[in-house]
């Protein structure tokens, strides 16, 4: 019985030669199904415009409870208004081709990469204040304190100017939408 298997030419084995749930054995997943067969890049994947649609209604939601006429400050404040620019980039990103796999895998909660992913990908005509918006809210909101509410962020621009930032920024999001996908939100 040969225990090094590994170090016997693939076509000089037997089955007898084989440990049983040894490293070396075949595996049960035909090759052609198996996970790593397949070389997939983002743009193999069809954009996913529904999905896009429905991450610009959710951002508008969270924009929406960030900023009410009654508290226009605090730490809940900008955790919704961090969640409402993470879902306005990766709708974006979704509506060019990229996963939601692969937004959730590479980009995760950090802000700042999706929006120079977001940059990469063909958006333009962003408002001023939303790259400082993101470097102050992201790594608080990537670490978890923004949703603990261990910290308040101090945020560069006043909370009025924030939801216009915000506002503007989901309205150029929506329109990009419309125009490259033919359907909008």
């Known amino acids: 019985m040969i225990i090094f298997a590994h170090l016997v030419p693939k076509r000089q084995r037997t089955l007898s030669d084989s440990v049983p749930f040894a490293a070396t054995e075949e595996p049960r997943v035909p090759r052609d199904q198996h ?27 969270f924009h929406a409870m960030a900023w009410p006429e009654s508290d226009r400050s605090g730490v809940r404040s900008a955790y919704a208004s961090a969640i409402a620019i993470e879902l306005g980039l990766k709708a974006y990103l979704l509506h060019r081709g990229f996963s939601d796999d692969w937004n959730r895998i590479h980009l995760r909660h950090d802000l700042k990469k999706a929006l120079r992913c977001a940059r990469l990908a063909g958006l333009r005509e962003l408002p001023d204040g939303l790259a400082e918006l993101a470097a102050v ?18 945020l560069t621009v006043s909370p009025e100017a924030a939801d216009r930032v915000i506002s503007r920024f989901l309205d150029v999001v929506e329109t990009a939408i419309r125009m490259e996908g033919g359907a909008g939100p």
Not at 36 to 52: D, M, N, V
Not at 139 to 148: E, K, T, W
């Open 35 to 61: 996970m790593f067969s397949q070389t997939r890049k983002w743009r193999s994947c069809p954009p996913e415009q529904s999905l896009a649609i429905a991450f610009v209604r959710n951002a508008r939601t």
């Open 137 to 154: 809210l992201g790594p608080l909101y990537a670490s978890g304190d923004l949703r603990s509410g261990a910290v308040e962020p101090e």
